[in-house]
């Protein structure tokens, strides 16, 4: 089992910063991916990013490359997501996620290879 909790989600205006959190506990922190998901109401969840917390692997959409940066702390079991220059449309629900092994490039933002997730936090970008 793998427990997740996230944090630092907020408000913001458009073109400014936030950080998100995700604290793991558990089994096996760097033998699988941990991932940033997005959902709106109404709509399907989003991959935003993705790493490999063995090999420091990172693989992000093409909706946010260049804008946010996922990173992690291996002492403590926390990985980042460090989110530049936001937009209204990156504003979500934000969930971090565990996958049950190491994914690669083809399947590191897929939602169903994701086995464990955390409550959510709440990203709202105004104009």
């Known amino acids: 089992q793998v427990q997740l909790v996230e944090s630092g989600g907020g408000s913001v205006q458009t073109g400014g910063s936030l950080r998100l959190s995700c604290a793991a506990s558990g089994y096996g922190y760097s033998t699988y991916n941990i991932a940033w998901f997005r959902q709106v109401p109404g709509k399907e969840r989003e991959g935003v990013a993705s790493?490999?917390?063995?090999?420091?692997?990172?693989y992000y959409a093409d909706s946010v490359k260049d804008r946010f940066i996922i990173s992690q702390d291996k002492a403590k079991k926390t990985v980042y997501l460090q989110m530049n220059r936001l937009k209204p449309e990156d504003t979500a629900m934000y969930y971090c996620?565990?996958?049950?092994?190491?994914?690669?490039?083809?399947?590191?933002?897929?939602?169903?290879?994701?086995?464990?997730w955390g409550q959510g936090t709440q990203v709202s970008v105004s104009p």
């Open positions: 996620a565990a996958a049950g092994g190491r994914l690669w490039s083809s399947f590191a933002l897929v939602e169903d290879k994701y086995l464990y």
């Open positions: 790493i490999a917390t063995g090999d420091g692997s990172a």
